[in-house]
């Protein structure tokens, strides 16, 4: 276990359903990620969180909506979502820089949650 | 633009045999670059890093991989593959003044016995 955890681990959804992602990291981390992994695709960084701070939002549509909590707890709200929204939703932390809010060190990720959207 | 290349969508190997699988980058300025696994229905677990020093990097499982700045390379390596090293290899790098990490889209790896 990497000390990521998500759930729930498979998710099935229609259209018009309104759910959760969470994410926890025991580590003691400080930046947290949401990526989404499609098949035969580069992971795609979506949210970036440092000090519970959104950094990066990286032109993801709204029907996706972080919050963060605490530097331990991660949300990704869903709504509304499409069929090519179905994928694997993978939550991943590390350790940030406080002063350049740069993160110097490995990523660390959950299992991720199978999505599918109906 | 930053990006990242894994060239091989999979690689077969025989089990014994030594396994490369090959990753170049196109960053500006000095990269972090970083290697994981991803066993089916599990998340990535990292298995080695370069960030500065020795160009051969050392990581988890007996595998091994080589900064080569020349030719933007960080390929992976094994002396001798197990059937268990069967799984999904992503290469990924950070350039090292921008907290953002980009990946490749991954070689699958298949190991027989």
């Known amino acids: 276990e990497t000390g990521v955890t998500q759930t729930p681990r498979h998710l099935v959804m229609g259209m018009t359903n309104k759910k959760s992602l969470k994410c926890e990291q025991h580590?003691?981390?400080?930046?947290m990620y949401w990526y989404k992994q499609s098949a035969k695709k580069p992971l795609e960084l979506m949210f970036v969180?440092?000090?519970?701070?959104?950094?990066e939002n990286n032109s993801v549509p709204s029907r996706f909506s972080p919050e963060c909590p605490n530097s331990s707890h991660l949300f990704l709200h869903l709504h509304t979502l499409q069929p090519e929204d179905s994928a694997l939703y993978l939550c991943?932390?590390?350790?940030?820089?406080?002063?350049?809010?740069?993160?110097?060190?490995?990523?660390?990720f959950g299992p991720g949650t199978r999505l599918t959207v109906l | 633009a930053q990006s990242v290349a894994q060239p091989e969508d999979q690689v077969n190997v025989a089990e014994g045999n030594p396994l490369t699988v090959k990753c170049t980058y196109s960053?500006?300025?000095?990269?972090?670059l970083f290697w994981y696994v991803q066993y089916p229905n599990r998340g990535l677990q990292f298995l080695l890093k370069?960030?500065?020093?020795?160009?051969l990097v050392k990581g988890s499982y007996g595998f091994e991989a080589e900064f080569n700045k020349s030719q933007t390379s960080f390929h992976l390596k094994k002396p001798s593959a197990l059937v268990s090293d069967s799984a999904l290899y992503f290469c990924?790098?950070?350039?090292?003044?921008?907290?953002?990490?980009?990946f490749g889209s991954g070689t699958k790896l298949n190991v027989k016995p």
């Open positions: 580590l003691g981390h400080n930046a």
């Open positions: 960053v500006s300025g000095n990269p972090y």
């Open positions: 991943a932390s590390s350790q940030a820089s406080r002063a350049s809010g740069r993160t110097t060190d490995t990523q660390y």
């Open positions: 990924a790098v950070r350039p090292y003044n921008f907290n953002k990490f980009y």
């Open positions: 969180y440092n000090f519970k701070e959104q950094t």
């Open positions: 370069y960030i500065t020093g020795d160009n």
